[in-house]
Nanobody
Framework: QVQLVESGGGLVQTGGSLRLSCTAS????????MGWYRQAPGNQRELVAT???????NYADAVKGRFTISRDNAKKSVYLQMNSLKPEDTAVYYC?????????WGQGTQVTVSS
């Protein structure tokens, strides 16, 4: 059974930093785009950042210049370095992995930024 294991969420003050990690296991199909999405209470899930196997990245306007996505293809892992965090970044963050056959989602990790 495919697993996406996320870690790195937590509580941080405004201006602080967190690093999220997500590692995929038991995915037998080639992995394409990997990314992070987030969902705040009462809101729809929204894209945060994505990265292709070649390293091309895409960011939501709200996080450009503050967040950096990266990946390790050999480890089937994707990371999200979040700096200069703001209270509006508070949400559950989900890892997403697109394979050549299926899309997979992590269980979510809570990020809370206090003002």
């Amino acid at each position: 059974q495919v697993q996406l294991v996320e870690s790195g969420g937590g509580l941080v003050q405004t201006g602080g930093s967190l690093r999220l990690s997500c590692t995929a296991s038991r995915i037998i199909f080639p992995i394409n785009t990997m990314g992070w999405y987030r969902q705040a209470p009462g809101n729809q899930r929204e894209l945060v950042a994505t990265i292709t196997p070649g390293g091309s990245s895409n960011y939501a306007d709200a996080v450009k210049g503050r967040f950096t996505i990266s990946r390790d293809n050999a480890k089937k892992s994707v990371y999200l370095q979040m700096n200069s965090l703001k209270p509006e970044d508070t949400a559950v963050y989900y890892c997403n992995v697109e394979s050549s056959r299926y899309d997979y989602w992590g269980q979510g990790t809570q990020v809370t930024v206090s003002s």
